[in-house]
């Protein structure tokens, strides 16, 4: 599987559901790593709900909006057309 990571950076749209979504795996490794003992760090109810909160407000819009990066392709990897691509389009 081969992905034109410059040019999925270029998209602002893209952009933002990464940060979204590592700020999920953030939050995973800060549990996990109280958990194992790791760190004294410890993620409380109010903090787990206002990144809840967040990352939910955000994937509601991208839902309201219909944002799909790559129709074109039937898995995750980008189509050839794609590939070629110089700024999204």
Excluded: C
Aim: hydrophobic share 50%; aromatic share 14%; glycine share 6%.
């Amino acid at each position: 599987m081969k992905i034109n990571w410059k040019v999925r950076f270029k998209n602002k749209i893209w952009i933002t559901g990464f940060v979204a979504q590592l700020l999920i795996l953030t939050e995973l490794l800060l549990i996990g790593a109280h958990a194992a003992g790791l760190t004294d760090f410890h993620v409380t109810e109010e903090m787990k709900d206002w990144i809840f909160a967040f990352v939910n407000v955000v994937f509601g819009l991208f839902a309201t909006l219909g944002i799909i990066q790559d129709p074109t392709t039937s898995n995750f990897a980008d189509s050839n057309r794609a590939m070629k691509y110089i700024k999204p389009k």
